[in-house]
């Protein structure tokens, strides 16, 4: 627990952010990846910073992606690039596309219920 001090003002941090942020960002990589027709790890990476979430990192990203193969929610494909190294590719599968689905269902919910208490 952080506790903050500043003129007689006391701030606590019950909720650890990256507890809260886990799931959450599996669920938007879902959402980004179905956004495109395939994307590399550095092109998901920019899009995250582009929503506004640029704290996530390549070492957060490459184990979800590594995640969602074992689960068949995404395909892969691995291109010749004329900047470098070969690029993997990801797109969403049937089955990722479920799985984005019902994220987005959970998540509004969760959403809905945040606002009726707020």
């Known amino acids: 627990m952080l506790y903050i001090i500043a003129k007689e003002v006391v701030i606590i941090d ?8 886990k799931g959450i960002v599996e669920g938007f990589l879902l959402m980004i990846i179905g956004q495109s027709v395939d994307l590399y790890g550095y092109e998901i990476s920019q899009k995250f910073a582009d929503i506004g979430v640029d704290d996530v990192s390549m070492g957060t990203i490459y184990p ?25 590719y990801y797109a969403l599968s049937k089955d ?15 959403i809905d219920i945040f606002e009726s208490l707020r």
């Open 64 to 88: 979800i992606l590594t995640k969602f193969e074992k689960n068949n929610w995404v395909t892969t494909e691995t291109r010749k690039s004329d900047e470098g190294p070969s690029r993997k």
């Open 14 to 21: 019950y909720i650890n952010e990256s507890q809260l942020r």
């Open 96 to 110: 990722g596309k479920l799985a984005k689905t019902d994220f987005i269902s959970r998540f509004g919910t969760y």
